[in-house]
């Protein structure tokens, strides 16, 4: 799993920086599945029940699950991609929302506080905690600054499936639900609207939009439980362990003691 995270977490960050005004989500797509098979991975997105792409691409109001297109990325806009490669039949699976040139703050803190949401998320994936811990580190983080869950979709376990058990909703109450045991590996993956909680499923049968219009963001790592506490897989650079806070050192400042 380590080598199918790794894939996904580079590819991610590859798409960072193309992501611009101009650029289109299906330039994004091709990009992304030309690369995964580059580093010899498949996308594991491509024909999963159907879906027709190698990343999901969601923007502004697109909770998940936007399919690729040629719509293009305007300034202001912000696209959540979400990742998936299945690599010597092991999965990775990541996700960032990222700003389109310049953002409102408005934006900026939608994003910011949905990405600290995940990490005070993986700071509960421990032996001995329960999935509930995670969801309740969203949620309480998450309402605090005046932003909404969403309940519709959730995280998942991982590892020879894209989805596994347990399912890991991103609200709820803490010390409920199955206890966590070494070598559980979790696709974490908080999904926060900038509005009310509330999302539909468009006609195309896939793309999830919130019901107000109001923008969203998404972001996701694949983490393993282990006896040293949370092993982040899809970490830039390789996988890493989370500190108490659920972050990491920078990558060049990681040294043996961490890196794992």
């Not at 330039?27 to 599945?33: I, N």
């Not at 580059?38 to 999963?48: H, I, S, V």
């Not at 005046?146 to 803490?174: A, D, L």
């Not at 923008?215 to 439980?225: C, D, G």
Request: proline letters at 6%; glycine letters at 12%; hydrophobic letters at 40%.
């Amino acid at each position: 799993m380590r080598a199918a995270s790794a894939a996904v977490s580079l590819v991610l960050a590859e798409l960072r920086d193309i992501v611009k005004p101009g650029v289109t989500t299906g330039e994004l797509d091709a990009f992304a599945e030309a690369r995964i098979r580059d580093l010899g991975g498949e996308p594991a997105f491509k024909g999963y029940h159907g879906y027709p792409a190698s990343i999901c691409a969601s923007v502004n109001e697109e909770v998940v699950h936007g399919i690729p297109s040629r719509r293009t990325l305007g300034e202001g806009d912000v696209i959540s991609v979400d990742l998936g490669v299945q690599l010597d039949g092991f999965y990775g699976d990541a996700a960032v929302t990222l700003p389109v040139g310049r953002i409102s703050e408005e934006a900026a803190t939608l994003l910011r506080v949905t990405e600290e949401s995940l990490h005070r998320a993986i700071a509960h994936a421990r032996i001995g905690a329960r999935i509930s811990d995670i969801g309740h580190a969203v949620q309480s983080h998450v309402e605090q600054q005046g932003f909404s869950v969403v309940r519709e979709f959730v995280g998942h376990g991982i590892g020879v499936s894209m989805h596994e058990e347990p399912q890991i909703p991103n609200y709820g109450t803490p010390g409920r639900g199955p206890r966590l045991t070494e070598g559980m590996v979790l696709a974490i993956e908080p999904m926060v609207n900038l509005g009310k909680p509330g999302v539909k499923v468009l006609s195309d049968g896939w793309t999830a939009v919130t019901r107000d219009g109001r923008i969203s963001a998404h972001f996701e790592h694949t983490v393993a439980v282990t006896r040293n506490g949370p092993l982040v897989l899809t970490a830039p650079g390789g996988a890493v362990l989370a500190g108490e806070d659920g972050y990491w050192e920078p990558v060049d400042a990681v040294g043996p003691a961490t890196r794992a």
